[in-house]
């Protein structure tokens, strides 16, 4: 069974530019999360989706903003890019909203110049 | 607010044991999970601790105390490849938080 894809595996960005990122879940697998990982910073949640619904977002701005697909694939679009925002971002799936075990992706690189 | 507390950095010696400690501030959440994450890797689930006590798979054992809002991780026999980054995390309600990750190096 395939793991959890993520494409693009890299991406560079300039600031005010928008971005979006994809993720394919493990098949099966209903819920998507999203966490952003810079150095030092372990990951951040971002939201986490179930069911093509966003069931719960962390403390980031609006221009973060994500979707589910009715085959469970997710993206994640940011909008406006800052410098702050270079950092790899992860996303996780897991078989249901009860199970704890987190599956991830290898990420997608950004960096905003 | 909710955090999870973890030393930044850990070193110990190839065969040896190494405790990684977590202490948490967080409500509606339940159990404690750990993972592991090399440089340029992906995080990779360890182990899951949803009641007190000890959980063991192998090489590594997982505990919990709820009350105490407490957990560690205990890596037996190190290898080399142990070297990496370990991660606490709690999850509930369609949120998973995570500590800010412990550097483990395991020298020669």
């Known amino acids: 069974k395939a793991g959890v894809t993520q494409t693009p595996r890299y991406l560079i960005k300039t600031r005010g530019q928008q971005v979006t990122l994809s993720c394919s879940p493990i098949s099966g697998h209903r819920s998507v999360s999203w966490y952003q990982q810079t150095p030092g910073q372990g990951l951040q949640f971002l939201f986490e989706?179930?069911?093509?619904?966003?069931?719960n977002k962390g403390n980031f701005p609006g221009r973060f903003s994500g979707r589910q697909f009715s085959n469970s694939r997710s993206e994640m679009n940011v909008s406006t890019l800052e410098l702050g925002d270079s950092a790899l971002y992860l996303c996780?799936?897991?078989?249901?909203?009860?199970?704890?075990?987190?599956?991830f992706g290898s990420g997608t690189q950004l960096s905003v110049l | 607010g909710q955090s999870l507390e973890q030393p930044s950095e850990v070193t110990a010696v190839e065969g040896a044991i190494v405790q990684i400690n977590c202490t948490y501030q967080t409500s509606g959440f339940y159990g404690l999970s750990w993972y592991q994450q090399h440089d340029g890797g992906a995080p990779t689930f360890l182990s899951y601790?949803?009641?007190?006590g000890l959980e063991e798979t192998g090489r590594f054992s997982s505990f919990l105390s709820r009350s105490d809002s407490y957990g560690y991780l205990l890596l037996q026999e190190l290898q080399m490849k142990d070297s990496a980054s370990y991660f606490c995390?709690?999850?509930?309600?369609?949120?998973?938080?995570f500590g800010a990750g412990t550097r483990l190096f395991v020298k020669a």
């Open positions: 601790n949803a009641l007190d």
């Open positions: 996780a799936s897991r078989l249901t909203a009860s199970n704890e075990k987190l599956f």
């Open positions: 989706y179930f069911s093509e619904t966003q069931r």
């Open positions: 995390a709690v999850t509930g309600g369609f949120k998973t938080i």
